[in-house]
């Protein structure tokens, strides 16, 4: 027996198959991770329109049935277009990279609101962003490791509980990544520590945390240093909680694409 | 459960492979094979291999073909000023029985596609900067109409326009997420001619 079930959803994936078809991969408010059969996608009278590209803001409609690896979708339509997110290089290149992450650590019919609230508001966000959108990458990444259940402890050491606040001369702080945040003095020479965080950039991840305006984030100016360092934290934090976490596909390609343009419009 | 024997299985499995085929039209087509005098299937198989052996890209556009370079690389009757950007031998096909284009063509062999982690150095882009010459007037990129398709567009309209040429687009007469090769004529030729700069 299936049941029909209507659900909001973000489009993570799209897959060609056949001589018209597509298998959609969708993270579902209401049922995690889905993928969905649909068939005639890719006719030029297809009904489906843009609602099946990737990072699309769709309501789902599908026949659900128990033990299916792949549901059969009945239909789909946009809730609301992200239209800068398929004309803006620099926002498709972050927007790529928050729907492949999530494809990676969503499992299949796990329910998880907050997760589906924090891509949704986030994709959103990227759309309408008028400076800076790649700061919004940092927002998602910080907080995906919330939603997921290991939230970044920047407040006091992770050992000893002491509170750490931040004091102006200190230029940077010692973060223990395995065991999930910052370290005081006392505790790393005991446990040791595995990255060193710049002042600057902890204020901004204490900023990410504490505050749901997500707007916040494109007033950070941060340089290409600082950028460097503050990827390579964040990705270490993510590897290390998430087993299984690979480098991205969407990264890999954006870096080489990124770089010819670099190349020819000499700048 | 009926029994069927290995090789007709066979047969029937690899026609179900074919694009547009499911298991039943398969079943059709393994029948019809079998019933065929012997000289016929002959015949078929040697199609069936001639084309592979025969067909190669061509080293200038791309395309399949059995000359290299191509009938329509080769034309004086082609203009030599304008190369149209496709993703797939197909949509050759498909803008060439409008009849209302007449330059030339670079094929990609797909399209940008990020999440699949298909970069630049996995099409024919170097290929396509090295055919831009003074002479070359125009660039029209007729991509598929969905995110990979627009990803490439961007791209290569950004690495072009910086070479001088004019770099346009075909209009959006096909809905995004449909495929240039399931276009009608009518809608193809009105996309070419309604291109805009980008
Ligand atoms: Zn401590
Ligand atoms: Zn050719």
Redesign the pocket.
Known sequence: MSTIVKTEAIVLRSVNIRESSKVVTFYTRQFGKVAGMVKGARQSKSKFGSSLEPMSYVLLVFYKKEGRDIQTVSHCDLMKPFRKLYEDLDKMAVGMTMIELVNIVAHEQEQNIELFTLLQRTLNTLNTATHNPSNLLYYFEIRLAKVLGFEPIFGHCVSCRKELKEVAEVRSYKIHVEKGGLICAKCSAVYGHTALLPAGILKIFRQILASNEMEAVFDFEVDEKTRNIMESFIWTYLRYHISGLRALKSDQVFSKMFAGLKNAEGN | MLYISDSLNQLIEEFSQLPGIGRKSAQRLALYILKLPKEEVIKIAHALVNVKEKMKY??????F?ET???????SAKREMNTICVVEEPNDVLAIEKTHEYHG??HVLGGSLSPLEGIGPDDLKVKELLTRISPEIEEIILALNPDIEGEATTIYLSRLLKPLGMKVTRIARGIPIGGDLEFADEATLTKALEGRVIV
């Open positions: 061509c080293s200038v556009c791309w395309n073909t290299d370079p191509c009938d329509i690389c080769r030339l063509y």
